[in-house]
C-alpha cells in the first residue's frame, strides 16, 4: 500500500473520532463549563489534524521523503493523546483510534523510509 493511501485512510479516521467528539461533547454540555474551551480546542485541533493529513497525502505523490517528519510528529502525538485519553478520561474509543492512526502512520513511515525509488525522486525533486 502506498503512503498516499495509507494517510488518507489516517485522515479520515481521525476525523471520523474528532466528528465523534465534537459530536458526543457538544451534545452532553448544557452550558459552558470551566473546560469548554478545552474541550472545543480539541475538537479544532483533531480537524486541523486530520486537514494536515489529507494535504501530506497528496503531498507524498511527489516526494514521500518529504512528509516523513511530519508523520513521525503526528505518530508521537497519536501516542500522546492516547496516553493522555487514558490517564486523565479512561476512555478506550479515543485510545483505540489514537493508536491505530498511530500504527497506520508509522508503516507510512517504515514502508516509505525503506523505498529506494522515493529516495532518488525525492533527491531529484530538489533540485
Known sequence: M????????????TLFQYGAHAYLFL???SSPAPTFGYG???ILSGFV????LWLLAALSRS???????FVALLTVANLLHALLA???????????????IA???????VIEYRNP?????????RQ
Open 117 to 125: 525509488a522515493r529516495v532518488r525522486e525525492s533527491f531529484s525533486a
Open 27 to 29: 451534545s452532553a454540555v
Open 40 to 42: 472545543l480546542m480539541a
Open 86 to 100: 487514558w490517564r486523565y478520561f479512561g476512555l478506550l474509543a479515543p485510545v483505540i483510534f489514537d493508536l491505530l
Open 2 to 13: 502506498k503512503a498516499t493511501m495509507l494517510l488518507r485512510i489516517a485522515s479520515l479516521l
Open 49 to 52: 489534524a486530520a486537514v494536515l
Open 103 to 109: 500504527v497506520i502512520l508509522t508503516l507510512t513511515f
Open 63 to 69: 516526494g514521500a521523503k518529504l512528509v516523513l517528519p
